[in-house]
């Protein structure tokens, strides 16, 4: 961790400082073909092989000198703390309930069981029924053997690090995430901003808090200049939630003055705004053709904040160039297609996050291999593409940007 303030976010693509992720482990081998639906993947990922692949796009920030921090390592230096471990025990346990199927009593003398840095692997992993002895077992709902292979389900969808959080310019928003199985994600950023001796001390604005009955997730939210925040509008972000965000962002730093709301699709290929739109450099964007008609119409929506305080304007558009243009002041727009424009190609491609695009720099984006129409398109466009092997990551479907969340960037 640098010398400097933990947190500074103006664009989405400013030089990249330093960016959390988190390496996939054993949640991923806790999947199985009878809980694919309920946990949000569509095939199981091969651990060895998605692991490789994370650290070959890990070693290419390093190389361009990102600072890479590791989601699991924070939250196990948050935990060295008796007391604070004991509050996260508490709270995870609490918060899995719906999903918990033993007493609390018997879980949680289980995880005390490990070192910090087992429990950390452990909670996010999931408790198997047959890593509890028989003499660990308290009551007859424990005892009895049913088709529930879990005390404690996995969460493998933690590789996407860009959802339960976002970073807004000095501040951040701790996302209430919209699926069942993502939603305890957000309490390990919630913990490591509250008590990491890196973040502690600071005092970081919150834009959103997961305890919102509204739900947020960071794929939607994208930071395009000091002034202008775009926030999708999908399947897992809510109109209430944005004007929530837009409201505390607007009281607390005053240098935002736009929040631009943008409908999306609400379909499980459309998951968030950032896998069918992403900025790539000043001018220039990616875009899947099908989230606008053949016009370019569209649901957009400028929030601004109002004349008395605490109140907002909202301003409706229809054609994202000509918003582009009005929120970023820009004489031209360029649009560049997933998959070139074709309609199967496009498809095809945006099913692997084509178009979900993680700037490290002007110009300069990561992507995802198998895309190779798409990041040929990028490259006629004047965009350096730096490839990563994809086999296995695009599994969970979910590219490059779903799988970091920026914490520092330099201005532009």
Known sequence: ????????????????????????????????????????????????????????????LRERGTEVLYLEKLLAETLEDATIREQFLDQIITESQSDLHCSRQTLKEYLRSFSTDGLVAKVMGGVRKSEISQERKTNLYELMDDH??????????????????????????????????RRRESVFMDYIVRYHPAFAENEIPRWFDRTSRYALEGGDQLILNEETVA????????????????????AGNPSFTRVV??????????????????????????????????????????????????????????????????????????????????????ARE???????TLAIAPGVVVTYDRNYISNECL??????????????????????????????????
């Open 148 to 181: 529930q292979p879990f005390y404690l389900d996995p969460m493998p969808n933690l590789y996407f690090t860009r959802d339960p959080s976002c970073v807004i310019g000095n501040g951040i928003s701790i996302n209430a995430m919209s699926e069942p199985a």
């Open 231 to 250: 926030v999708g509008v999908s399947a897992r972000t809510t109109p209430q939630a944005i004007e929530e965000m837009a409201r505390n962002l607007f």
């Open 350 to 356: 945006q099913w692997n996050d084509g178009s979900n």
């Open 1 to 60: 961790m640098s010398d400097q303030s933990p947190f500074w976010i103006q664009s989405e693509i400013g030089q990249l400082d330093s960016v959390i992720v988190k390496r996939p482990g054993y949640e991923v081998e806790n999947l199985t073909p009878d809980t694919l639906k309920r946990l949000l993947f569509d095939d199981i990922p091969y651990l060895p092989a998605i692991q490789r692949e994370h650290d070959e796009f890990t070693k290419r």
């Open 261 to 346: 709301a943008v409908e999306i699709p609400k379909s499980r290929a459309f998951m968030h705004l950032d896998t069918v739109f992403t900025m790539v450099d000043k001018e220039q964007f990616t875009i899947h053709p099908a989230i606008h008609g053949p016009g370019g119409e569209m649901r957009i929506y400028v929030i601004r904040p109002g004349m008395e305080k605490g109140s907002v304007e909202i301003e409706e558009r229809t054609h994202i160039v000509d918003t582009l243009k009005e929120v970023l002041n820009l004489s031209e727009v360029g649009l560049i297609q997933c998959g070139g424009g074709d309609e199967i190609a496009a």
């Open 379 to 412: 490259r006629e466009a004047g965009i350096e593409v730096i490839e990563i092997p994809s086999s296995e990551l695009s599994r969970g479907r979910g590219g490059p940007r779903c799988m970091s969340m920026p914490i520092r960037r330099k201005d532009l």
